[in-house]
């Protein structure tokens, strides 16, 4: 059987040959690969901004500033990261500063990103007297998270509930979660952008999707709890 039409795998080097031709058609001032970009990256890049400013409106600011400086600073990029990590990281340095200047500070509080406290209640595990210790307690075990009939109608509604969880994680939690459940990046990659070491990676991307998870089980637990009474 032929394999010609097997697809090529993706490699470091194909990844680099592909962003060094783009780089150059960029350079070239191909306006069909700019545009091009700006429509793949765009969305996700207001999402990000989003994580460090208080508006919508001030998020767009950003993102339309970063295209500016990505297409005025071409000339000087190096090719030491891939165009995608490159203009991420001019964007997060503009929503930054935006952020500061806002005077978006929020209150330190228990549960925040250096919280060293558990990220699930320890009374939903079983004491060490009993049996089967450490496991769940029948009260606490996850709700399960099985389709319903309803679920393509409640869609929506788990969607904005998500994004308003998203919305109340501490800021190094919700940076994490959105490079990485979000905007699909790499670990390196987004490790990168934040300046974090893996294993502070690690920590604050648990952190934060526990507490999604925690979000999205009262849901469930609430919707269960209609539907039996």
């Known amino acids: 059987m032929s394999t010609s039409s097997a697809r090529e795998p993706v490699t470091v080097e194909s990844a680099r040959s592909r962003d060094a031709e783009l780089v150059g058609r960029l350079r070239a001032g191909d306006a069909a690969a700019f545009a091009e970009i700006v429509d793949d990256w765009s969305a996700s890049m207001l ?3 989003r994580t460090y400013v208080s508006t919508r409106s001030s998020a767009e600011e950003i ?8 297409f005025r600073g071409l000339d000087a990029f190096e090719g030491r990261s891939s165009l995608r990590t490159w203009t991420y990281r001019i964007l997060t340095n503009l929503a930054k500063t935006r952020g500061v200047s806002e ?6 509080a228990p549960g925040g990103d250096d919280d060293p406290g558990p990220t699930v209640d320890p009374s939903r595990f079983r004491g060490a007297g009993e049996k089967w210790a450490g496991g769940w ?10 389709p319903s009939p309803e679920s393509a109608l409640i869609g929506a509604e788990i969607r904005s509930l998500l994004s308003a ?5 501490p800021e190094r939690q919700r940076q994490v979660v959105s490079l990485r459940d979000i ?6 990659e987004a490790g990168a952008l934040m ?8 920590v604050l991307l648990h952190r934060g ?15 269960t709890s209609e539907v039996m009474s």
């Open 63 to 70: 993102v339309q500033e970063c295209w500016l400086a990505v």
């Open 165 to 169: 969880a998203l919305s109340l994680l």
């Open 183 to 188: 905007q699909g990046m790499s670990a390196d």
């Open 137 to 146: 307690t029948p009260e606490g075990a996850p709700t399960s998270w099985e």
């Open 195 to 202: 300046g974090i070491s893996s294993g502070n990676q690690r």
């Open 209 to 223: 999707r526990a507490r999604l998870r925690l979000a999205l089980e009262g849901y469930y637990r609430d919707m």
């Open 47 to 49: 999402q990000l901004a």
């Open 103 to 108: 005077a978006r500070v929020l209150p330190w």
